[in-house]
Nanobody, 123 residues
Framework: QVQLVESGGGLVQAGDSLRLSCAAS????????MGWFRQAPGKEREFVAA????????YYMDSVKGRFAISRDNLKNTVYLQMNALKPEDTAVYYC????????????????WGQGTQVTVSS
């Protein structure tokens, strides 16, 4: 059963913007903190951003602070990752995830994952 579906990835140039979307069930959006992770070829998966259940707390990896913004629309059952000023090093498969707490998502493995969407940034 697919519970998280990402979309919005693509091929862009350095400096461009993209907005990723993650469609989730109402149950998941109501009960879980949400996050984004990414995995580049040959590298381990890394935490990117997380947002708590009511949207009033967000957390980011250092390299995307000021460029990326995570948000959620619980009425639309969707989580977003707005990515601005993209760099070639942002190239990765981006995954949406649902977990217990946004504050600790970077240290734990969330139990629910999407299938991922490819983001490629050319220089």
């Amino acid at each position: 059963q697919v519970q998280l579906v990402e979309s919005g990835g693509g091929l862009v140039q350095a400096g461009d913007s993209l907005r990723l979307s993650c469609a989730a069930s109402e149950y998941i959006l109501t009960n879980y903190a949400m996050g984004w992770f990414r995995q580049a070829p040959g590298k381990e998966r890394e935490f990117v951003a997380a947002i708590n259940r009511n949207g009033d707390g967000t957390y980011y990896m250092d390299s995307v602070k000021g460029r990326f913004a995570i948000s959620r629309d619980n009425l639309k059952n969707t989580v977003y990752l707005q990515m601005n000023a993209l760099k070639p090093e942002d190239t990765a498969v981006y995954y949406c995830a649902a977990g217990a707490a946004a504050a600790t998502m970077r240290y734990s493995v969330p139990p629910i994952w999407g299938q991922g969407t490819q983001v490629t940034v050319s220089s």
